[in-house]
């Protein structure tokens, strides 16, 4: 699933009013334009046009509120992506191995929530925003036709520039927003692993020094080149987009006038024109939002199926599980725990063992480092869950 229909999904909740106040946003908008553009007609013997005055400040009216009901809904859409995410990590979470919890590391875990989420909730707001500026432009280009077919033919180069640019930057831009992130990512090990070792560190210059010069400034220095390669690409972008207006804007001043009989119908154009290139900001506004999101959805699908590849598959229990009788044997059948294949190919486990204790037995494990004493402890205590064998209470 990914994040544009993680939030459809949760803009469901506010059904068909969501999508009114959306396109009351976008023709609000647009009417503005409409109604401001007749100054070109006014007449100063006239008066005051009262009429004109009174549909500027409903449609004012209207526009503000709808926005003001968008921007709420938005946020909500946002708070309850955020919500579903952190619930289904608390459950994965409660229903992973504790082996797969140390693989991964807490700090990774808690990392990938709390620098992903907040990117994911202010997404909708910004995205709805782009979707009304687009539809915006789309009723203002018609307005534009009405007045001049070939200011609209250049009004539609420009979109046919835009869409081209950013099919092209699209995958080049979301590649290079996730590679920033896991850099991002790596530094943030870095320091995480100086600051646990921070009195080793300190107790050793070389090996200080070691950590601090090759590692994280190192990683510092591959974030901050990857985040404004990053930023780079959405320059680029943004060039194509805003010289394609400029030129759209040239054509519509300097060459749409001679093909329009009335000069006043040419200042609506140029109005109108003027009006666009808003809209045309709040619409780059969208791709880097799109890349920022997709990346930071991707990241937290990737842990996601981390932890659930993990989990022991069974629900835990919502109510306390009734006391267990009295101990009289603890025993272990043929068990055996693996830990997931290391790097080097050599895989590590313990078992097949079969063990039988008894209430106030002293039981003493030796062996050399390594050996298995701890994994063995945590498959008794739970945190791991055996691969084979089973243990049982009491037989």
């Given at each position: 699933?990914d994040f ?5 999904i949760?803009?469901t ?10 396109g009351?946003?976008?023709v ?6 409409v109604i ?7 007449d ?8 004109l005055?009174a549909s500027?400040?409903?449609?004012s ?6 926005r003001g009901?968008?921007?709420?809904m938005?946020?909500?859409?946002g708070?309850t992506v955020v919500?579903r ?6 459950q994965?979470?409660?229903e992973?191995d504790?082996?797969?919890i ?7 875990i808690?990392?990938t929530?709390a620098r992903?989420t907040?990117i994911?909730?202010e997404?909708?707001?910004i995205?709805a925003q782009g979707?009304?500026?687009?539809v915006?432009f789309?009723?203002?280009t018609l307005?534009?036709?009405w007045?001049?077919?070939i200011?609209?033919?250049a009004?539609l180069l420009?979109i046919?520039v835009?869409?081209l640019a950013g099919?092209?930057q699209k ?10 992130q896991?850099d991002d990512r790596s530094?943030?090990?870095?320091l995480?692993?100086l600051?646990?070792?921070y ?5 050793d ?5 070691d950590l601090i010069?090759n590692?994280v400034l190192a990683r510092?220095?591959t974030a901050?080149a990857?985040r404004l ?8 972008l ?16 300097f060459i749409t006038p001679?093909?329009v009989?009335d000069?006043?119908?040419?200042m609506k ?6 009006f666009m290139?808003?809209?045309v ?7 880097p939002?799109l ?7 991707a990241?937290i699908?990737a842990?996601?199926?981390?932890l ?7 629900t835990?229990?919502t109510e306390s599980?009734?006391?267990l009788?009295?101990l009289?044997s603890l025993q272990?059948?043929?068990?055996e725990?693996?830990y ?10 313990i078992?097949?063992?079969s ?6 037995e002293?039981?003493f ?6 050996s298995?004493k701890?994994t063995l ?9 055996p691969n084979?064998?089973r243990i049982l209470?009491n037989g």
């Amino acid at each position: 699933m990914d994040f544009l229909q993680t939030f459809r999904i949760a803009a469901t909740a506010w059904g068909w009013r969501l999508y009114v106040y959306l396109g009351l946003s976008a023709v609000g908008s647009t009417l503005i334009t409409v109604i401001v553009n007749t100054v070109t007609e006014y007449d100063s013997r006239l008066g005051p046009d009262y009429e004109l005055l009174a549909s500027f400040v409903l449609v004012s009216t209207l526009l503000v509120f709808s926005r003001g009901e968008t921007t709420r809904m938005m946020n909500a859409v946002g708070e309850t992506v955020v919500f579903r995410i952190r619930t289904q990590f608390a459950q994965l979470l409660r229903e992973a191995d504790y082996g797969i919890i140390e693989k991964l590391g807490a700090e990774r875990i808690y990392g990938t929530l709390a620098r992903n989420t907040p990117i994911l909730a202010e997404s909708p707001l910004i995205l709805a925003q782009g979707l009304v500026a687009a539809v915006s432009f789309a009723l203002a280009t018609l307005y534009v036709a009405w007045y001049s077919f070939i200011a609209a033919l250049a009004v539609l180069l420009l979109i046919a520039v835009v869409a081209l640019a950013g099919r092209y930057q699209k995958t080049r831009t979301e590649n290079e927003m996730r590679q920033s992130q896991l850099d991002d990512r790596s530094f943030f090990d870095s320091l995480n692993q100086l600051l646990q070792g921070y009195k080793e560190v300190k107790l050793d210059y070389r090996r200080d020094a070691d950590l601090i010069e090759n590692f994280v400034l190192a990683r510092a220095h591959t974030a901050r080149a990857s985040r404004l390669a990053a930023v780079d690409t959405m320059i680029k972008l943004g060039a194509i987009v805003f010289a394609a207006f400029y030129l759209l804007l040239a054509t519509v001043v300097f060459i749409t006038p001679e093909y329009v009989e009335d000069s006043r119908d040419a200042m609506k154009i140029v109005y109108a024109s003027m009006f666009m290139w808003l809209l045309v900001e709040g619409v780059f506004q969208v791709f880097p939002t799109l890349a920022k999101a997709h990346s930071a959805h991707a990241e937290i699908s990737a842990m996601s199926a981390a932890l659930a590849g993990g989990s022991s598959g069974e629900t835990a229990p919502t109510e306390s599980l009734p006391a267990l009788p009295a101990l009289s044997s603890l025993q272990f059948e043929a068990l055996e725990y693996h830990y997931a294949q290391a790097a080097d190919g050599k895989p590590f486990g313990i078992g097949p063992c079969s063990l039988t204790l008894s209430p106030g037995e002293l039981v003493f494990l030796v062996g050399d480092n390594g050996s298995g004493k701890t994994t063995l402890m945590r498959v008794l205590a739970g945190l791991y869950i055996p691969n084979h064998g089973r243990i049982l209470w009491n037989g």
